[in-house]
């Protein structure tokens, strides 16, 4: 069980940006492939972007691509989700997980542990 705790959601008018953590404790992040992913109101929960373990690649879904920015912070034992340009479409609850994908797979939800998850941080885009 890897216990994952996000933060940084906030209330941001359109174009402008966020930047979301994710941290743990007890477990180096680094090891991991870390995710990213969203629910929207009535949604299912999609993947938004994801890094591979020990500094290895980084994927996107086209929706976010060219706007966010995912990333490892190693001495803080975080990965960041940057996010610009912000849309009403990208208000969701972002949660991040944990897991041991090695491909693009870790943007999908079921190559990580249902106790590998965060409980979730509230972005909402709108003027």
């Known amino acids: 069980q890897v216990q994952l705790v996000e933060s940084g959601g906030d209330l941001v008018q359109p174009g402008g940006s966020l930047m979301l953590s994710c941290t743990a404790s007890g477990v180096t992040l680094d090891a991991y492939a870390i995710g990213w992913f969203r629910q929207a109101p009535g949604k299912e929960r999609e993947g938004v972007s994801c890094i591979l373990g020990r500094g290895g690649r980084t994927y996107y879904a086209d929706s976010v691509w060219g706007r966010f920015t995912i990333s490892r912070d190693n001495d803080n034992n975080a990965v960041y989700l940057r996010m610009d340009n912000l849309r009403p479409q990208d208000t969701a609850v972002y949660y991040c997980?944990?897991?041991?994908?090695?491909?693009?797979?870790?943007?999908?939800?079921?190559?990580?542990?249902?106790?590998?998850w965060g409980k979730g941080t509230l972005v909402t885009v709108s003027s």
């Open positions: 997980a944990a897991g041991g994908a090695t491909t693009n797979n870790c943007l999908r939800e079921r190559y990580y542990a249902k106790d590998n």
